[in-house]
Every structure is written in C-alpha cells, then in structure tokens.
C-alpha cells in the first residue's frame, strides 16, 4: 500500500476532523483533576465528539473497548480507561483522541499534568511536547522521515530522555493508521523523501529511563519495561507545498 497525496477537498475533510478531535482533547483537558477516573475520561470523550458530529475512531478499532486511550505515568501509550484507575495529584496522563468526521480523521494527544507534578516529572513533559514542535519545524517538501526521528532524538538525548521506537506515527486521513510508518529515531537524510499532500502524525513517547516497554496481560496497556514515566504529545501534520500544517491545534493556538 504506497503512502496517499491528499487534494484540496480531502484536506479540508481531514482539518475538521482533526479540529473536532483538538477540540474535544481540549475540553476533556481542561476537566481533569484528582479523583477523575480514566472510565470518566472515556465518557466525556464520547459525549463531547458526537457533540461535534462526529465517531470516536479507537472504539472498537481490532476490539479496543474504549473511545480514547488514557495512558498514565508508567504506561506508554493504549492505556484502557478503568473505572478503578482515578487520577492523584502529581499524576501524568496522556489522552489520544482520534475522530473521524465525515469519512476521515484526525488523531492528537496530549499529557497532562495532575495538580503539582515533581520537577523532574514535569521536565519530562515539556521535553515531550519540544521534541513533538522540533519535529514539526522539520516537515517539508524534500524532507525526509528520518529527519522527522532525529529532531526528536536530538531534543530527548540533550534532555537525558529515552525515546520509545516499539510504536510509530502513521498516515491517516480515509484511514486512521495508513503508511508511511513514522519513527520517532531516525537518521538524518535517510528515509522516505516528503511530497507536498502527504498527511500523517507524529506522536514522540519520551521515557525518563530506558524506552523499552511491554504489553500488559489485557493485551493493550503498553508499559515501560523499568517503570520509568513516559510522556507522549501527538499531532497529525500535512506537508503543504513550502512546509507544514498542523491539522490539530487547539482553537486558542497563537501562531
Ligand atoms: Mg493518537
């Protein structure tokens, strides 16, 4: 399956579904607090996307049960929303929110801090969110895909983090996973060249130990292997004629 170059018309289907999935992030964002269970999470997600017309993409992806991933401190990514996983002060959590609107979709996630987090905790999450932007700054026609990695490794190692390379960016668009594959490590000049079109995401998982990880027994929740915390931001980008768009900002993003 070769890599799609969306037109115009299909862009334009792909922003609203990524500013509908920015959206409800946002919102959902903006509630969290201790005491909120992950299950709680799931629900406003669920409530708030159809509010915007549209279908969360994850429910019922290969049997996931749940409208978003909620992935908390240790765990990597896919986390299941629990009714008996509440968020406690000085908690990390990332939310993944991916819609699809009218036949297409958008992904972005966000880690959140809950209420007063260690220093060194929080390092890790502003590290996460600069190796996602450096990345971005990167997307261009001509550019390759492991420019895209060695932004993220470049930000990461200067900040002693550890970058997960067992789960990728991807394409999306009619799909929400379609190639390219999107490794968050890469070497500058190799890989894949961008073409103005092309639309996919970039979602860097920092670990403030090693970045193995392993799947727990449910066989979603990906952990870290040494129960180091991991950070993760996420936005879906197209690469225009002279750069790059972010197809996920929040609707109070400055420019
Ligand atoms: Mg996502």
């Given at each position: 399956m070769?890599?799609?170059?969306?037109?115009?018309?299909?862009?334009a289907?792909?922003?609203?579904?990524?500013?509908?999935?920015?959206?409800?992030?946002?919102?959902?964002?903006?509630?969290?607090?201790?005491?909120?269970t992950?299950?709680?999470?799931?629900?406003?997600?669920?409530?708030?996307t159809?509010?915007?017309?549209?279908?969360?993409?994850?429910?019922?992806?290969?049997?996931?049960?749940?409208?978003?991933?909620?992935?908390?401190?240790a765990v990597?990514?896919?986390?299941?929303?629990?009714?008996?996983?509440?968020?406690?002060?000085?908690?990390i959590?990332?939310v993944?929110?991916?819609?699809?609107?009218?036949?297409?979709?958008?992904d972005?996630?966000?880690?959140?801090?809950?209420?007063?987090?260690?220093?060194?905790?929080?390092?890790?999450?502003?590290?996460?969110?600069?190796s996602?932007?450096?990345?971005?700054?990167?997307?261009?026609?001509?550019?390759?895909?492991?420019?895209?990695?060695?932004?993220?490794?470049?930000?990461?190692?200067?900040?002693?983090?550890?970058?997960?390379?067992?789960?990728c960016?991807?394409?999306?668009?009619?799909?929400?996973?379609?190639?390219?594959?999107?490794?968050?490590?890469?070497?500058?000049?190799?890989?894949m060249?961008?073409?103005?079109?092309m639309?996919?995401?970039?979602?860097?998982?920092?670990?403030?130990?090693?970045?193995?990880?392993?799947?727990l027994?449910?066989?979603?929740?990906v952990?870290?292997?040494?129960?180091?915390?991991?950070?993760?931001?996420?936005?879906?980008?197209?690469?225009?004629e002279?750069?790059?768009?972010?197809?996920?900002w929040?609707?109070?993003?400055?420019?």
């Amino acid at each position: 399956m070769s890599v799609t170059i969306y037109g115009p018309r299909e862009i334009a289907a792909i922003r609203r579904a990524g500013a509908a999935a920015a959206g409800t992030l946002a919102a959902v964002g903006g509630r969290l607090a201790p005491g909120v269970t992950t299950a709680q999470i799931d629900r406003w997600v669920r409530e708030d996307t159809a509010r915007r017309g549209g279908r969360p993409s994850q429910l019922g992806y290969y049997g996931f049960p749940a409208s978003v991933c909620t992935s908390r401190n240790a765990v990597v990514c896919h986390g299941v929303p629990r009714e008996d996983e509440a968020l406690r002060e000085g908690d990390i959590v990332n939310v993944d929110v991916t819609t699809e609107l009218d036949g297409f979709h958008g992904d972005t996630s966000a880690t959140f801090c809950v209420g007063a987090v260690e220093p060194a905790v929080r390092r890790l999450v502003e590290a996460t969110r600069a190796s996602l932007m450096a990345a971005i700054a990167v997307v261009r026609p001509g550019a390759r895909l492991g420019d895209v990695g060695a932004a993220i490794v470049e930000v990461a190692a200067g900040a002693g983090f550890g970058v997960v390379r067992d789960y990728c960016g991807h394409g999306i668009g009619r799909s929400m996973h379609e190639p390219p594959q999107v490794s968050h490590v890469g070497r500058a000049g190799s890989g894949m060249r961008l073409r103005a079109g092309m639309v996919f995401t970039i979602e860097p998982m920092l670990t403030q130990g090693a970045p193995e990880c392993r799947v727990l027994a449910d066989g979603w929740t990906v952990v870290t292997a040494d129960g180091g915390w991991s950070a993760q931001f996420e936005h879906t980008v197209r690469v225009t004629e002279d750069g790059c768009e972010v197809l996920t900002w929040p609707e109070d993003h400055v420019p």
